[in-house]
Protein backbone atom coordinates (compact mmCIF):
# COMPACT_ATOMS: atom_id res chain seq x y z
CA UNK A 1 0.00 0.00 0.00
CA UNK A 2 2.89 2.57 0.96
CA UNK A 3 4.20 1.64 -2.39
CA UNK A 4 1.46 2.58 -4.10
CA UNK A 5 1.66 6.36 -2.77
CA UNK A 6 4.51 7.26 -4.46
CA UNK A 7 3.93 9.75 -7.04
CA UNK A 8 3.73 8.20 -10.38
CA UNK A 9 6.39 9.69 -13.11
CA UNK A 10 5.53 10.95 -15.97
CA UNK A 11 7.67 12.32 -18.88
CA UNK A 12 6.38 15.03 -21.48
CA UNK A 13 8.18 15.86 -24.30
CA UNK A 14 8.06 18.49 -26.82
CA UNK A 15 8.79 22.34 -27.09
CA UNK A 16 6.83 25.48 -28.60
CA UNK A 17 3.37 27.16 -26.49
CA UNK A 18 1.27 24.21 -26.61
CA UNK A 19 3.04 22.41 -24.18
CA UNK A 20 3.15 24.89 -21.21
CA UNK A 21 -0.29 25.14 -21.21
CA UNK A 22 -0.66 21.58 -20.05
CA UNK A 23 2.15 21.51 -17.69
CA UNK A 24 0.41 24.40 -15.96
CA UNK A 25 -2.20 21.91 -15.12
CA UNK A 26 0.03 19.11 -14.35
CA UNK A 27 1.37 20.75 -11.71
CA UNK A 28 -1.42 20.78 -9.67
CA UNK A 29 -1.27 17.29 -9.53
CA UNK A 30 0.33 14.54 -7.64
CA UNK A 31 2.77 13.61 -10.03
CA UNK A 32 6.32 13.31 -10.68
CA UNK A 33 6.72 15.59 -13.82
CA UNK A 34 9.73 15.36 -16.32
CA UNK A 35 9.44 18.10 -19.15
CA UNK A 36 11.51 17.33 -21.86
CA UNK A 37 12.27 20.31 -24.17
CA UNK A 38 13.32 20.59 -27.66
CA UNK A 39 16.61 22.80 -28.20
CA UNK A 40 15.82 23.52 -32.25
CA UNK A 41 14.34 26.74 -31.65
CA UNK A 42 16.25 29.50 -34.07
CA UNK A 43 13.30 32.30 -34.42
CA UNK A 44 12.69 35.11 -32.12
CA UNK A 45 14.56 36.46 -28.50
CA UNK A 46 16.20 33.20 -28.29
CA UNK A 47 16.87 32.90 -32.25
CA UNK A 48 19.19 36.11 -31.32
CA UNK A 49 20.58 34.79 -28.22
CA UNK A 50 21.93 32.09 -29.84
CA UNK A 51 23.25 33.62 -32.90
CA UNK A 52 25.49 35.87 -30.38
CA UNK A 53 26.12 33.22 -27.47
CA UNK A 54 26.64 29.62 -27.50
CA UNK A 55 23.68 27.96 -25.95
CA UNK A 56 20.81 25.97 -25.90
CA UNK A 57 17.56 28.19 -27.19
CA UNK A 58 15.97 29.50 -23.99
CA UNK A 59 12.67 30.18 -25.07
CA UNK A 60 11.06 26.91 -25.11
CA UNK A 61 12.66 26.09 -21.51
CA UNK A 62 11.88 29.50 -19.68
CA UNK A 63 7.75 28.73 -20.82
CA UNK A 64 8.20 25.14 -19.57
CA UNK A 65 9.89 26.59 -15.96
CA UNK A 66 7.19 29.38 -16.25
CA UNK A 67 4.45 27.28 -16.49
CA UNK A 68 6.16 24.72 -13.37
CA UNK A 69 6.72 27.63 -11.11
CA UNK A 70 4.52 27.89 -7.84
CA UNK A 71 5.78 31.00 -7.39
CA UNK A 72 3.85 34.19 -7.21
CA UNK A 73 6.73 36.47 -6.33
CA UNK A 74 8.08 38.96 -8.47
CA UNK A 75 10.68 37.43 -10.03
CA UNK A 76 8.60 34.51 -11.15
CA UNK A 77 6.58 37.41 -13.00
CA UNK A 78 9.79 39.31 -14.35
CA UNK A 79 10.72 36.11 -15.70
CA UNK A 80 7.88 36.56 -18.55
CA UNK A 81 8.46 40.09 -19.18
CA UNK A 82 9.49 41.36 -22.82
CA UNK A 83 11.45 43.71 -23.21
CA UNK A 84 8.80 46.63 -25.88
CA UNK A 85 10.87 49.80 -26.10
CA UNK A 86 12.61 50.62 -29.22
CA UNK A 87 16.47 49.43 -29.20
CA UNK A 88 18.31 46.98 -28.91
CA UNK A 89 16.43 45.25 -25.90
CA UNK A 90 13.37 45.06 -27.81
CA UNK A 91 11.87 41.55 -27.75
CA UNK A 92 14.13 40.42 -25.67
CA UNK A 93 12.81 37.72 -22.48
CA UNK A 94 14.00 38.51 -18.98
CA UNK A 95 13.70 34.54 -18.27
CA UNK A 96 15.96 33.90 -22.03
CA UNK A 97 18.56 36.44 -21.26
CA UNK A 98 19.14 34.95 -17.49
CA UNK A 99 19.25 31.36 -18.80
CA UNK A 100 21.95 32.30 -21.38
CA UNK A 101 23.88 34.33 -18.72
CA UNK A 102 23.83 31.78 -16.43
CA UNK A 103 24.61 29.05 -18.56
CA UNK A 104 27.42 30.82 -19.83
CA UNK A 105 28.52 32.25 -16.22
CA UNK A 106 28.47 28.09 -14.88
CA UNK A 107 29.39 26.47 -18.68
CA UNK A 108 26.28 24.01 -18.36
CA UNK A 109 23.13 24.70 -19.37
CA UNK A 110 21.50 21.97 -16.86
CA UNK A 111 23.03 23.92 -13.65
CA UNK A 112 21.58 27.26 -15.44
CA UNK A 113 17.94 25.46 -15.53
CA UNK A 114 18.63 24.36 -12.01
CA UNK A 115 19.30 27.53 -10.73
CA UNK A 116 16.15 28.70 -11.94
CA UNK A 117 14.31 26.03 -10.69
CA UNK A 118 15.09 27.13 -7.55
CA UNK A 119 14.28 30.50 -7.55
CA UNK A 120 11.30 30.12 -9.29
CA UNK A 121 10.45 27.07 -6.76
CA UNK A 122 9.67 25.22 -9.96
CA UNK A 123 7.59 21.71 -9.40
CA UNK A 124 9.04 18.75 -11.48
CA UNK A 125 11.99 18.90 -13.79
CA UNK A 126 12.52 20.82 -16.80
CA UNK A 127 15.36 19.37 -19.38
CA UNK A 128 16.40 19.80 -22.69
CA UNK A 129 16.39 17.21 -24.93
CA UNK A 130 20.28 17.36 -25.67
CA UNK A 131 22.10 20.26 -24.38
CA UNK A 132 24.03 21.04 -27.75
CA UNK A 133 21.93 23.70 -29.82
CA UNK A 134 20.78 21.92 -32.68
CA UNK A 135 20.01 23.08 -35.95
CA UNK A 136 16.86 21.51 -37.82
CA UNK A 137 16.61 20.47 -41.13
CA UNK A 138 14.09 19.44 -43.53
CA UNK A 139 14.51 17.37 -47.11
CA UNK A 140 11.20 18.11 -48.89
CA UNK A 141 9.64 15.37 -51.10
CA UNK A 142 10.90 17.95 -54.29
CA UNK A 143 14.31 17.40 -53.05
CA UNK A 144 15.12 20.35 -51.51
CA UNK A 145 16.40 20.86 -48.44
CA UNK A 146 15.34 23.69 -45.86
CA UNK A 147 17.44 24.53 -42.97
CA UNK A 148 16.43 25.97 -39.48
CA UNK A 149 13.32 25.37 -37.42
CA UNK A 150 11.72 29.04 -38.22
CA UNK A 151 12.44 28.24 -42.52
CA UNK A 152 10.73 24.97 -42.42
CA UNK A 153 7.05 26.26 -42.26
CA UNK A 154 7.56 29.23 -44.45
CA UNK A 155 8.40 27.10 -47.57
CA UNK A 156 5.14 25.62 -47.15
CA UNK A 157 6.22 22.33 -49.27
CA UNK A 158 5.51 18.85 -48.32
CA UNK A 159 8.42 17.60 -45.57
CA UNK A 160 9.78 13.85 -47.03
CA UNK A 161 11.84 13.92 -43.70
CA UNK A 162 13.32 15.97 -40.86
CA UNK A 163 16.99 15.80 -38.95
CA UNK A 164 19.25 17.35 -36.48
CA UNK A 165 22.58 18.95 -37.05
CA UNK A 166 24.38 17.49 -35.40
CA UNK A 167 23.07 14.23 -35.86
CA UNK A 168 24.62 12.43 -33.16
CA UNK A 169 23.83 15.26 -30.90
CA UNK A 170 23.41 13.12 -27.59
CA UNK A 171 20.58 13.05 -24.89
CA UNK A 172 21.37 14.60 -21.25
CA UNK A 173 21.50 11.58 -19.48
CA UNK A 174 18.61 12.57 -17.28
CA UNK A 175 16.54 12.70 -19.94
CA UNK A 176 17.46 8.80 -20.89
CA UNK A 177 16.66 8.10 -16.79
CA UNK A 178 13.21 10.19 -17.14
CA UNK A 179 12.03 8.10 -19.74
CA UNK A 180 13.52 4.83 -18.30
CA UNK A 181 11.52 5.27 -15.08
CA UNK A 182 8.72 6.76 -16.41
CA UNK A 183 4.99 5.45 -16.32
CA UNK A 184 3.52 7.74 -18.98
CA UNK A 185 5.47 9.47 -21.22
CA UNK A 186 3.43 12.32 -23.43
CA UNK A 187 3.97 13.62 -26.78
CA UNK A 188 2.57 17.21 -27.07
CA UNK A 189 0.58 19.14 -27.77
CA UNK A 190 2.63 20.72 -30.51
CA UNK A 191 4.18 21.33 -34.15
CA UNK A 192 4.58 17.63 -34.88
CA UNK A 193 7.97 18.32 -36.67
CA UNK A 194 8.89 21.45 -34.96
CA UNK A 195 8.46 20.55 -31.09
CA UNK A 196 8.00 17.26 -30.75
CA UNK A 197 10.24 14.87 -33.70
CA UNK A 198 13.47 17.11 -32.83
CA UNK A 199 13.18 15.38 -29.24
CA UNK A 200 12.94 12.01 -30.78
CA UNK A 201 15.81 12.51 -33.41
CA UNK A 202 17.85 12.48 -30.45
CA UNK A 203 19.11 8.43 -30.79
CA UNK A 204 19.15 8.02 -27.05
CA UNK A 205 15.69 9.59 -26.59
CA UNK A 206 14.05 7.26 -29.36
CA UNK A 207 16.26 4.31 -27.91
CA UNK A 208 14.68 5.14 -24.27
CA UNK A 209 11.29 5.57 -25.37
CA UNK A 210 10.96 2.22 -27.73
CA UNK A 211 12.65 0.65 -24.56
CA UNK A 212 10.85 1.71 -21.65
CA UNK A 213 7.36 -0.04 -20.55
CA UNK A 214 5.32 2.69 -19.72
CA UNK A 215 2.27 3.69 -21.62
CA UNK A 216 3.16 6.54 -24.83
CA UNK A 217 0.63 8.75 -25.41
CA UNK A 218 0.45 10.90 -28.43
CA UNK A 219 -1.83 14.80 -27.86
CA UNK A 220 -2.61 15.24 -31.42
CA UNK A 221 -3.38 18.63 -32.52
CA UNK A 222 -6.14 19.77 -33.09
CA UNK A 223 -5.61 22.12 -36.63
CA UNK A 224 -2.94 21.47 -38.84
CA UNK A 225 -0.35 23.63 -39.40
CA UNK A 226 0.79 25.50 -42.90
CA UNK A 227 3.60 24.00 -44.18
CA UNK A 228 3.89 21.18 -41.76
CA UNK A 229 0.87 19.17 -41.52
CA UNK A 230 -1.39 20.38 -43.82
CA UNK A 231 -4.04 18.14 -44.53
CA UNK A 232 -2.91 15.54 -42.05
CA UNK A 233 -5.46 13.37 -40.72
CA UNK A 234 -4.37 12.30 -37.28
CA UNK A 235 -3.35 8.73 -37.91
CA UNK A 236 -0.49 10.86 -40.46
CA UNK A 237 0.54 12.10 -37.65
CA UNK A 238 1.23 9.60 -35.87
CA UNK A 239 2.62 7.59 -38.86
CA UNK A 240 5.61 10.63 -39.28
CA UNK A 241 5.99 10.36 -35.86
CA UNK A 242 6.78 6.30 -36.34
CA UNK A 243 8.53 6.21 -39.52
CA UNK A 244 11.07 8.72 -38.32
CA UNK A 245 11.67 6.65 -35.00
CA UNK A 246 11.85 3.75 -37.39
CA UNK A 247 9.44 2.00 -34.94
CA UNK A 248 5.99 1.58 -34.06
CA UNK A 249 5.99 2.89 -30.51
CA UNK A 250 2.86 5.33 -29.78
CA UNK A 251 -0.09 3.43 -27.83
CA UNK A 252 -2.40 5.91 -27.27
CA UNK A 253 -3.77 8.97 -29.44
CA UNK A 254 -5.82 11.72 -27.63
CA UNK A 255 -8.21 12.67 -30.43
CA UNK A 256 -10.73 15.91 -30.03
CA UNK A 257 -13.76 14.77 -31.72
CA UNK A 258 -15.41 18.16 -30.91
CA UNK A 259 -15.95 20.71 -34.39
CA UNK A 260 -14.33 24.17 -34.57
CA UNK A 261 -15.92 26.62 -34.97
CA UNK A 262 -14.90 27.58 -38.79
CA UNK A 263 -14.35 31.57 -37.76
CA UNK A 264 -11.62 30.17 -35.03
CA UNK A 265 -9.75 28.31 -37.84
CA UNK A 266 -7.31 30.48 -39.72
CA UNK A 267 -5.05 31.84 -41.49
CA UNK A 268 -6.41 30.47 -44.76
CA UNK A 269 -5.49 26.62 -45.54
CA UNK A 270 -5.73 25.58 -41.78
CA UNK A 271 -8.21 23.13 -41.17
CA UNK A 272 -9.54 20.96 -38.35
CA UNK A 273 -7.48 17.49 -38.31
CA UNK A 274 -10.07 14.72 -39.86
CA UNK A 275 -9.64 11.43 -37.55
CA UNK A 276 -8.43 8.14 -39.45
CA UNK A 277 -9.33 5.08 -37.51
CA UNK A 278 -8.50 2.50 -40.04
CA UNK A 279 -4.90 4.54 -40.08
CA UNK A 280 -4.89 4.29 -36.69
CA UNK A 281 -5.53 0.38 -36.63
CA UNK A 282 -3.32 0.15 -38.61
CA UNK A 283 -0.33 1.09 -36.85
CA UNK A 284 -1.81 -0.12 -33.74
CA UNK A 285 -2.34 2.70 -31.67
CA UNK A 286 -5.76 3.25 -29.69
CA UNK A 287 -7.44 6.68 -30.17
CA UNK A 288 -8.95 8.30 -26.93
CA UNK A 289 -11.61 10.12 -28.31
CA UNK A 290 -12.82 13.43 -26.49
CA UNK A 291 -13.83 17.00 -25.88
CA UNK A 292 -10.34 18.19 -25.72
CA UNK A 293 -11.22 22.01 -27.33
CA UNK A 294 -10.75 25.41 -25.16
CA UNK A 295 -11.55 28.22 -27.18
CA UNK A 296 -12.01 30.54 -24.51
CA UNK A 297 -9.94 33.14 -25.42
CA UNK A 298 -10.49 33.21 -28.90
CA UNK A 299 -7.63 30.71 -30.05
CA UNK A 300 -7.76 26.98 -30.86
CA UNK A 301 -6.11 25.41 -27.78
CA UNK A 302 -6.45 22.53 -26.02
CA UNK A 303 -8.80 21.92 -23.08
CA UNK A 304 -5.31 21.36 -20.67
CA UNK A 305 -7.67 19.83 -17.94
CA UNK A 306 -9.37 17.36 -20.27
CA UNK A 307 -6.30 16.31 -21.28
CA UNK A 308 -4.29 16.06 -17.66
CA UNK A 309 -7.71 14.07 -16.56
CA UNK A 310 -7.18 11.93 -19.53
CA UNK A 311 -3.42 11.38 -18.90
CA UNK A 312 -4.21 10.42 -15.54
CA UNK A 313 -6.47 8.08 -16.03
CA UNK A 314 -3.84 6.20 -18.47
CA UNK A 315 -1.22 6.06 -15.20
CA UNK A 316 -3.87 4.97 -12.88
CA UNK A 317 -5.12 2.16 -15.45
CA UNK A 318 -1.05 1.09 -15.58
CA UNK A 319 -0.92 1.00 -11.98
CA UNK A 320 -4.03 -1.30 -11.07
CA UNK A 321 -3.08 -3.56 -14.61
CA UNK B 1 21.05 50.75 28.48
CA UNK B 2 18.52 48.22 25.98
CA UNK B 3 18.48 51.78 23.83
CA UNK B 4 22.29 51.94 23.50
CA UNK B 5 21.51 48.40 21.40
CA UNK B 6 19.78 50.02 18.73
CA UNK B 7 21.62 49.96 15.27
CA UNK B 8 23.14 53.15 14.59
CA UNK B 9 21.90 55.01 11.60
CA UNK B 10 24.49 55.44 8.60
CA UNK B 11 23.30 57.06 5.61
CA UNK B 12 26.38 56.55 3.26
CA UNK B 13 25.54 58.94 -0.30
CA UNK B 14 27.44 58.48 -3.60
CA UNK B 15 27.58 56.71 -6.53
CA UNK B 16 29.99 55.45 -8.75
CA UNK B 17 32.93 52.23 -8.40
CA UNK B 18 34.08 53.44 -5.20
CA UNK B 19 30.82 53.97 -2.99
CA UNK B 20 30.67 50.05 -3.05
CA UNK B 21 33.97 49.12 -1.72
CA UNK B 22 32.87 50.59 1.23
CA UNK B 23 29.44 49.13 1.49
CA UNK B 24 30.82 45.94 1.06
CA UNK B 25 32.53 46.22 4.70
CA UNK B 26 29.70 48.20 6.32
CA UNK B 27 27.58 45.04 6.04
CA UNK B 28 29.93 43.10 8.04
CA UNK B 29 28.97 45.53 11.08
CA UNK B 30 26.42 46.10 13.55
CA UNK B 31 24.73 49.11 11.54
CA UNK B 32 21.84 50.32 10.27
CA UNK B 33 22.62 51.28 6.43
CA UNK B 34 21.04 53.62 3.88
CA UNK B 35 22.90 53.86 0.65
CA UNK B 36 21.81 56.79 -1.11
CA UNK B 37 22.65 56.51 -4.90
CA UNK B 38 23.09 59.46 -7.73
CA UNK B 39 20.71 59.01 -10.77
CA UNK B 40 22.74 60.93 -13.43
CA UNK B 41 24.40 58.42 -14.88
CA UNK B 42 24.52 58.68 -18.76
CA UNK B 43 27.13 56.20 -19.77
CA UNK B 44 27.50 52.45 -20.18
CA UNK B 45 25.29 50.07 -19.99
CA UNK B 46 23.49 52.02 -18.16
CA UNK B 47 23.16 54.78 -20.62
CA UNK B 48 21.98 52.68 -23.39
CA UNK B 49 18.88 51.74 -21.52
CA UNK B 50 18.21 54.59 -19.96
CA UNK B 51 18.07 55.78 -23.45
CA UNK B 52 15.68 52.74 -24.19
CA UNK B 53 13.61 52.95 -21.44
CA UNK B 54 12.47 55.83 -19.07
CA UNK B 55 14.39 54.55 -15.92
CA UNK B 56 16.29 55.55 -13.53
CA UNK B 57 19.94 54.17 -14.28
CA UNK B 58 20.80 51.19 -12.90
CA UNK B 59 24.43 50.90 -12.88
CA UNK B 60 25.24 52.47 -9.78
CA UNK B 61 22.18 50.98 -7.87
CA UNK B 62 23.47 47.55 -9.00
CA UNK B 63 26.69 47.65 -7.42
CA UNK B 64 25.31 48.93 -4.57
CA UNK B 65 23.03 46.37 -4.05
CA UNK B 66 25.54 43.53 -5.04
CA UNK B 67 27.72 45.08 -2.46
CA UNK B 68 25.18 44.89 0.60
CA UNK B 69 24.05 41.47 -0.89
CA UNK B 70 24.60 38.92 1.98
CA UNK B 71 23.73 35.76 -0.69
CA UNK B 72 25.91 33.46 -2.12
CA UNK B 73 23.61 32.21 -4.63
CA UNK B 74 24.10 31.92 -8.53
CA UNK B 75 21.61 34.35 -8.98
CA UNK B 76 23.83 37.31 -6.59
CA UNK B 77 26.55 35.72 -8.92
CA UNK B 78 24.74 36.59 -12.14
CA UNK B 79 23.36 39.65 -11.07
CA UNK B 80 26.95 40.87 -12.10
CA UNK B 81 27.17 39.16 -15.39
CA UNK B 82 28.10 41.51 -17.86
CA UNK B 83 27.18 39.74 -21.68
CA UNK B 84 30.88 39.40 -23.63
CA UNK B 85 29.98 38.37 -27.17
CA UNK B 86 29.33 40.30 -29.94
CA UNK B 87 26.44 41.44 -31.02
CA UNK B 88 23.32 43.49 -28.70
CA UNK B 89 23.51 42.47 -25.90
CA UNK B 90 27.48 43.26 -25.72
CA UNK B 91 28.17 45.04 -22.71
CA UNK B 92 24.86 44.64 -20.83
CA UNK B 93 24.75 43.60 -17.46
CA UNK B 94 22.34 41.06 -15.93
CA UNK B 95 21.85 43.37 -13.24
CA UNK B 96 21.02 46.56 -14.84
CA UNK B 97 18.50 44.63 -16.76
CA UNK B 98 16.59 43.00 -14.60
CA UNK B 99 16.28 46.68 -12.59
CA UNK B 100 15.04 48.10 -15.50
CA UNK B 101 12.29 45.43 -16.45
CA UNK B 102 11.50 45.36 -12.72
CA UNK B 103 11.07 49.18 -12.69
CA UNK B 104 8.40 49.19 -16.07
CA UNK B 105 6.78 46.42 -14.56
CA UNK B 106 5.91 47.39 -11.65
CA UNK B 107 6.08 51.15 -12.80
CA UNK B 108 7.76 51.85 -9.48
CA UNK B 109 11.73 51.65 -9.19
CA UNK B 110 11.33 51.60 -5.84
CA UNK B 111 9.55 48.39 -5.97
CA UNK B 112 11.89 46.99 -8.16
CA UNK B 113 15.25 47.54 -5.94
CA UNK B 114 12.85 46.33 -2.79
CA UNK B 115 12.55 43.02 -5.35
CA UNK B 116 16.14 42.58 -5.77
CA UNK B 117 16.96 43.19 -2.33
CA UNK B 118 14.75 40.24 -1.16
CA UNK B 119 16.25 38.27 -3.83
CA UNK B 120 19.82 39.04 -3.08
CA UNK B 121 19.12 39.14 0.64
CA UNK B 122 20.49 42.66 1.20
CA UNK B 123 21.25 44.40 4.61
CA UNK B 124 20.09 47.32 4.70
CA UNK B 125 18.61 49.57 2.38
CA UNK B 126 19.59 50.97 -1.35
CA UNK B 127 17.27 54.04 -2.53
CA UNK B 128 17.80 56.18 -5.69
CA UNK B 129 18.36 59.65 -4.73
CA UNK B 130 15.21 60.41 -6.79
CA UNK B 131 13.29 58.01 -8.91
CA UNK B 132 13.69 60.48 -11.75
CA UNK B 133 16.17 59.76 -14.18
CA UNK B 134 18.49 63.17 -13.84
CA UNK B 135 20.88 64.73 -16.65
CA UNK B 136 23.71 66.50 -15.47
CA UNK B 137 24.97 69.70 -16.95
CA UNK B 138 28.41 71.79 -16.32
CA UNK B 139 28.58 75.73 -16.61
CA UNK B 140 32.17 76.17 -17.32
CA UNK B 141 34.21 78.71 -16.51
CA UNK B 142 34.83 79.90 -19.68
CA UNK B 143 30.75 80.45 -20.07
CA UNK B 144 30.08 76.84 -21.97
CA UNK B 145 27.52 74.52 -20.92
CA UNK B 146 28.73 70.88 -21.36
CA UNK B 147 25.19 68.38 -21.06
CA UNK B 148 25.11 65.04 -19.84
CA UNK B 149 27.68 62.93 -17.03
CA UNK B 150 29.48 60.94 -19.47
CA UNK B 151 30.18 64.16 -21.24
CA UNK B 152 31.20 66.30 -18.38
CA UNK B 153 35.08 65.11 -17.51
CA UNK B 154 35.88 64.48 -21.41
CA UNK B 155 35.91 68.28 -22.14
CA UNK B 156 38.72 68.93 -19.49
CA UNK B 157 37.78 72.40 -18.17
CA UNK B 158 37.71 73.82 -14.93
CA UNK B 159 33.61 73.34 -13.79
CA UNK B 160 32.01 76.51 -12.64
CA UNK B 161 28.87 74.99 -11.41
CA UNK B 162 26.86 71.51 -11.90
CA UNK B 163 23.68 71.47 -12.39
CA UNK B 164 20.80 68.74 -13.01
CA UNK B 165 17.73 68.59 -14.77
CA UNK B 166 15.24 68.80 -13.83
CA UNK B 167 16.32 71.00 -11.31
CA UNK B 168 13.44 70.70 -9.03
CA UNK B 169 13.62 66.75 -9.21
CA UNK B 170 12.38 65.41 -5.49
CA UNK B 171 13.83 63.22 -3.43
CA UNK B 172 12.43 59.68 -2.36
CA UNK B 173 10.99 60.30 0.70
CA UNK B 174 12.54 57.47 2.07
CA UNK B 175 15.66 59.11 1.67
CA UNK B 176 14.53 62.50 3.70
CA UNK B 177 13.29 59.91 5.82
CA UNK B 178 16.76 58.30 6.17
CA UNK B 179 18.82 61.09 6.68
CA UNK B 180 16.74 62.63 9.14
CA UNK B 181 17.33 60.00 11.53
CA UNK B 182 20.57 58.89 10.78
CA UNK B 183 23.33 59.27 13.30
CA UNK B 184 26.06 59.50 10.64
CA UNK B 185 25.66 61.02 7.28
CA UNK B 186 29.09 60.39 4.76
CA UNK B 187 29.72 61.30 1.27
CA UNK B 188 31.76 59.24 -1.25
CA UNK B 189 34.25 57.97 -1.90
CA UNK B 190 33.48 58.99 -5.36
CA UNK B 191 33.36 61.59 -7.79
CA UNK B 192 32.93 64.80 -6.66
CA UNK B 193 31.03 66.20 -9.94
CA UNK B 194 29.44 63.06 -10.94
CA UNK B 195 28.85 60.87 -8.05
CA UNK B 196 28.52 63.36 -4.87
CA UNK B 197 27.38 66.37 -5.91
CA UNK B 198 24.18 65.33 -8.23
CA UNK B 199 22.83 63.85 -4.58
CA UNK B 200 23.05 66.98 -3.23
CA UNK B 201 21.56 69.15 -6.09
CA UNK B 202 18.20 67.63 -4.85
CA UNK B 203 17.01 70.42 -3.16
CA UNK B 204 15.24 67.88 -0.53
CA UNK B 205 18.26 66.80 -0.15
CA UNK B 206 20.27 68.77 0.68
CA UNK B 207 17.81 70.47 3.07
CA UNK B 208 17.86 67.19 5.41
CA UNK B 209 21.53 67.14 5.42
CA UNK B 210 21.97 70.96 7.17
CA UNK B 211 18.83 70.10 8.96
CA UNK B 212 19.76 67.14 10.58
CA UNK B 213 22.06 67.08 13.44
CA UNK B 214 24.01 63.85 12.63
CA UNK B 215 27.90 63.85 11.76
CA UNK B 216 28.41 64.47 8.25
CA UNK B 217 31.84 62.93 7.05
CA UNK B 218 33.60 63.24 3.51
CA UNK B 219 35.61 60.71 2.53
CA UNK B 220 38.02 62.81 0.30
CA UNK B 221 39.30 61.30 -3.18
CA UNK B 222 43.23 59.88 -2.63
CA UNK B 223 43.79 61.46 -6.20
CA UNK B 224 42.54 64.11 -8.49
CA UNK B 225 40.08 63.28 -11.42
CA UNK B 226 40.97 64.39 -15.10
CA UNK B 227 37.99 67.35 -16.06
CA UNK B 228 36.73 66.99 -12.61
CA UNK B 229 38.71 67.84 -9.84
CA UNK B 230 42.70 68.91 -11.12
CA UNK B 231 44.88 70.71 -8.90
CA UNK B 232 42.41 70.19 -6.33
CA UNK B 233 43.24 70.20 -2.50
CA UNK B 234 41.29 68.23 0.25
CA UNK B 235 39.61 71.66 0.98
CA UNK B 236 39.15 72.36 -3.08
CA UNK B 237 36.47 69.24 -2.50
CA UNK B 238 35.23 70.80 0.65
CA UNK B 239 34.61 74.11 -0.59
CA UNK B 240 32.71 72.53 -4.15
CA UNK B 241 30.29 70.57 -1.89
CA UNK B 242 29.94 73.92 0.13
CA UNK B 243 29.44 76.45 -2.55
CA UNK B 244 27.25 74.20 -4.37
CA UNK B 245 24.97 73.56 -1.14
CA UNK B 246 25.28 77.29 -0.32
CA UNK B 247 26.16 76.20 3.23
CA UNK B 248 28.70 75.07 5.19
CA UNK B 249 27.83 71.26 6.40
CA UNK B 250 30.93 68.72 6.42
CA UNK B 251 31.62 68.20 9.89
CA UNK B 252 34.82 66.02 9.14
CA UNK B 253 36.93 65.46 5.96
CA UNK B 254 38.84 61.62 5.88
CA UNK B 255 41.86 62.47 4.07
CA UNK B 256 45.02 60.26 3.08
CA UNK B 257 48.13 60.93 4.43
CA UNK B 258 49.82 58.31 2.86
CA UNK B 259 52.22 58.70 -0.36
CA UNK B 260 50.95 56.62 -3.23
CA UNK B 261 53.56 55.57 -5.63
CA UNK B 262 54.37 57.20 -8.48
CA UNK B 263 54.12 54.58 -10.96
CA UNK B 264 50.21 53.94 -9.41
CA UNK B 265 49.38 57.24 -10.14
CA UNK B 266 48.01 57.53 -13.86
CA UNK B 267 46.74 58.58 -16.24
CA UNK B 268 49.28 62.00 -17.36
CA UNK B 269 47.74 64.93 -15.08
CA UNK B 270 46.59 62.90 -12.43
CA UNK B 271 48.28 63.81 -9.11
CA UNK B 272 47.68 63.15 -5.18
CA UNK B 273 45.43 65.36 -3.61
CA UNK B 274 47.26 68.08 -1.78
CA UNK B 275 46.13 68.77 1.90
CA UNK B 276 45.35 72.32 2.98
CA UNK B 277 45.04 72.48 6.31
CA UNK B 278 44.27 75.83 6.45
CA UNK B 279 41.47 75.61 3.91
CA UNK B 280 39.95 73.06 5.96
CA UNK B 281 40.06 75.63 9.16
CA UNK B 282 38.61 78.31 7.26
CA UNK B 283 35.96 76.44 6.45
CA UNK B 284 35.44 74.63 9.84
CA UNK B 285 35.97 71.01 8.81
CA UNK B 286 38.16 68.71 10.78
CA UNK B 287 40.16 66.64 8.98
CA UNK B 288 40.70 62.98 10.13
CA UNK B 289 44.16 61.81 8.55
CA UNK B 290 45.60 58.32 8.39
CA UNK B 291 46.42 55.67 5.95
CA UNK B 292 43.45 54.85 3.85
CA UNK B 293 45.36 53.72 1.10
CA UNK B 294 45.03 50.39 -0.33
CA UNK B 295 46.86 49.62 -3.84
CA UNK B 296 46.54 45.72 -3.37
CA UNK B 297 45.41 45.03 -7.07
CA UNK B 298 47.56 47.78 -7.90
CA UNK B 299 44.79 50.36 -8.40
CA UNK B 300 44.43 53.05 -6.03
CA UNK B 301 41.59 52.52 -3.65
CA UNK B 302 40.67 53.98 -0.46
CA UNK B 303 41.35 51.01 2.05
CA UNK B 304 37.44 50.08 3.24
CA UNK B 305 38.45 47.95 6.54
CA UNK B 306 40.16 51.40 7.68
CA UNK B 307 37.47 54.23 6.00
CA UNK B 308 34.83 52.24 7.90
CA UNK B 309 36.79 51.82 11.47
CA UNK B 310 36.65 55.74 11.23
CA UNK B 311 33.49 55.91 10.85
CA UNK B 312 32.61 53.74 13.47
CA UNK B 313 34.80 56.01 15.44
CA UNK B 314 32.59 58.55 14.77
CA UNK B 315 29.28 57.49 15.97
CA UNK B 316 30.80 55.93 18.67
CA UNK B 317 32.10 59.25 19.85
CA UNK B 318 28.98 60.83 18.96
CA UNK B 319 26.88 58.09 20.64
CA UNK B 320 28.90 59.06 24.37
CA UNK B 321 28.52 62.97 23.79
Known sequence: MVNDMRKRRIVIIGGGTGLPVILRVLRKHYL???????????GGSSGKIRKQIDVIPPGDIRNALSALSESESSIARVFQYRFQNEGELKGHVVGNLLLAALADMHGDA??????????????GVVLPATTIPLQLQAKMTDGSVVVGESNIPKVRKPIEQLEIVPDDARASQRVVDAIKEADLIAFGPGSLYTSILPNLLVHDIAQAVISSKAQKVYVCNILTQL???????????????????G???IDHVLVNEKTVA?????????????????????????????????TSDGFVRHDAERVVERLIALIDKSRHS
Open 110 to 123: LEAIADLSNILNVK
Open 227 to 245: GETEGFSDADHVRILHEHV
Open 247 to 249: EKF
Open 32 to 42: DITAVITVGDD
Open 262 to 294: PALIFPEGVTQVDSNIKGMEDQEVAPIFDDYLD
